[in-house]
């Protein structure tokens, strides 16, 4: 990403400039751990990404522990309240695979899905929260920066939908299975980090707040390979990543969600 920080005012206020003109600013992914020690394109993430998958397939290959620094970051954190960009990818049509394909071919398919999608959060400097059956949630700190995570929550979403359609679905389709896609839902706010229980290693510890919740509700108010985001990540975005998105416009009261104003909060759609 260039000149992020220093494109953005300084102070972390909402966006106000008008959109600069539209660059290309691709899939620069960095690999397999927090924070990302190398940067790979994006030919050599869907080339990996299609070894681990054939391999799965055709071997029953499990994929490599990682260490979980989701669980450790939380611990230090318990009880305290942090500003994140928080993300819901689901796994579109899942009941449909589950009746379609073997009890066992249905669990490598979404251990693919689950790790691949848990593997482009981890490179875009995230954290994977947890694994909620066929969904995967992950955030993004925002701390020290509130407009460098959310571009990289961008660029993350981004990444995903070609590594499902350019590096899973190839190699799912060489063995006549049915393509995967999924739907992103993506919020920016404070939330709490809660432990539930006294033992302060063992004890379960989670995010709570309205960012978790709303980017729930706008995941699922997406379609198959759509990205939507909440107007608090899209005030937050680079000007030349916002002319990628457009507002989204409800019908029949789809959307009801709204602020403490009472004015429905904004939703918006990635269209490049």
């Excluded at 494109?7 to 539209?22: G, I, M």
């Excluded at 790979?40 to 055709?58: G, P």
């Excluded at 689901?90 to 589950?98: E, K, P, Q, R």
């Excluded at 955030?139 to 509130?146: I, P």
Aim: glycine share 6%; proline share 4%.
């Amino acid at each position: 990403m260039v000149e992020k920080e220093t494109t953005h005012a300084k102070k972390e206020t909402v966006v106000k400039s008008s959109p600069k003109s539209k660059k290309d600013y691709g899939i620069i992914d960095m690999m397999l751990s927090h924070p990302a020690q190398r940067v790979v394109d994006s030919e050599t993430l869907i080339k990996e990404t299609q070894n681990r998958v054939w391999r799965a397939l055709k071997s029953g290959y499990e994929y490599s522990p990682v260490e979980d620094q989701s669980d450790a970051f939380l611990r230090k954190h318990v009880s305290s309240r942090m500003k994140m960009v928080v993300m819901y990818v689901d796994l579109v049509g899942s009941t449909n695979i589950a009746l379609d394909l073997p009890e066992d071919k249905v669990a490598i398919i979404i251990t693919c899905f689950a790790q691949e999608m848990a593997a482009t959060i981890r490179q875009h400097n995230g954290y994977v929260l947890k694994f909620v059956g066929d969904a995967v949630i992950g955030y993004f700190v925002a701390e020290d920066s509130q407009l460098t995570p959310a571009d990289n929550a961008v660029l993350c979403a981004k990444s995903m939908i070609s590594v499902i359609q350019k590096g899973i679905n190839p190699i799912l389709n060489q063995y006549d299975y049915p393509d995967l896609a999924i739907k992103i839902g993506v919020d920016y706010g404070e939330n709490m980090i809660v432990r539930y229980g006294s033992d302060a290693k063992k004890s379960h510890v989670d995010v709570l707040g309205p960012a978790m919740n709303i980017a729930a509700k706008i995941q699922g108010m997406a379609k198959a390979n759509q990205i939507l985001i909440g107007d608090d990540v899209y005030s937050r975005v680079h000007p030349a990543i916002q002319t990628s998105f457009e507002k989204v416009v409800w019908k029949n009261n789809e959307w009801k969600y709204r602020r403490s104003t009472g004015e429905l909060y904004p939703v918006y759609a990635y269209v490049d």
